[in-house]
């Protein structure tokens, strides 16, 4: 049992802040525009039926405004792109004039303080850090300097959100591999050293059944 002591103690303590800790909040579901915007009919002149000629193999087309511009948001099998809904022009990349319109809007019209400012805009296109997926490089790193040090990360391509991290969510995943003692990504649950704990843990426990049936005319005294 001496030796259970600290896994045993950090999963109550990892364990109790799973519980406590509200898990909408963690995944940031509070991050987000409430607002709907109105789409101008006469702002399209590249009509989507030349979208579906240009893009035959497209599997989702949507318009959307970036920065008070209409586009077509094109899904391809591989990639999203942007094509003006004006000119029928290709955007090539979000700038970081774009993301950083595209970070306010979150911050005005979303879930963000107000009083919280936009303090760095990193473009990260080779390395992606521990909190977001590769797959989704090139992107924006947004940092915003609230009292949860929030990180949006929009995509360099399409100015969508996605994903978003905060100290509390950072907190989380930290305390995670803490819980299923994977001290490398984090995802194995099934890895020997939680296993082999466990089955001490289970040998331990079941050991204090037998000691204390061993002692019971002791306790009853």
């Known amino acids: 049992m001496l030796l259970l002591v ?14 406590l800790m509200d898990l909408g909040f963690i995944r940031g579901d509070h991050i987000k525009v409430q607002d709907s915007r109105h789409i101008d009919p006469s702002q399209i002149h590249y009509p989507i039926a030349a979208v579906y000629e240009r893009f ?11 920065t008070d511009s209409l586009y077509y948001r094109i899904k391809l099998s591989d990639k999203s792109i942007l094509v003006n809904a004006d000119s029928g022009k290709l955007l090539p990349s979000i700038t970081e004039k774009q993301a950083r319109i595209i970070a306010s809007n979150y911050q005005h019209h979303g879930s963000l303080p107000i009083e919280a ?19 989704y490089l090139p992107v924006w790193r947004m940092d915003f300097n609230d009292s949860a040090a929030t990180s949006l990360y929009l995509s360099a391509t399409t100015g969508e959100l996605v994903t978003r991290r905060h100290d509390y969510w950072r907190l989380f995943d930290l305390f995670w591999k803490w819980h299923i003692m994977d001290y490398d990504e984090g995802e194995a649950i099934d890895n020997l050293l939680l296993l082999s704990t466990a089955l001490v843990s289970i040998v331990a426990v079941l ?7 061993q002692r019971r005319r002791r306790y009853l005294r």
């Open 56 to 66: 035959p193999k497209a599997q989702a087309i949507t318009l959307t405004s970036v």
């Open 6 to 19: 600290l896994p045993i103690g950090i999963w109550s303590v990892t364990g109790s802040y799973f519980v």
């Open 117 to 135: 400012k936009l303090v760095s805009a990193t473009l990260l296109t080779d390395i992606a850090p521990a909190e977001l997926a590769p797959r």
């Open 207 to 213: 050991a204090g059944f037998v000691l204390l049936w």
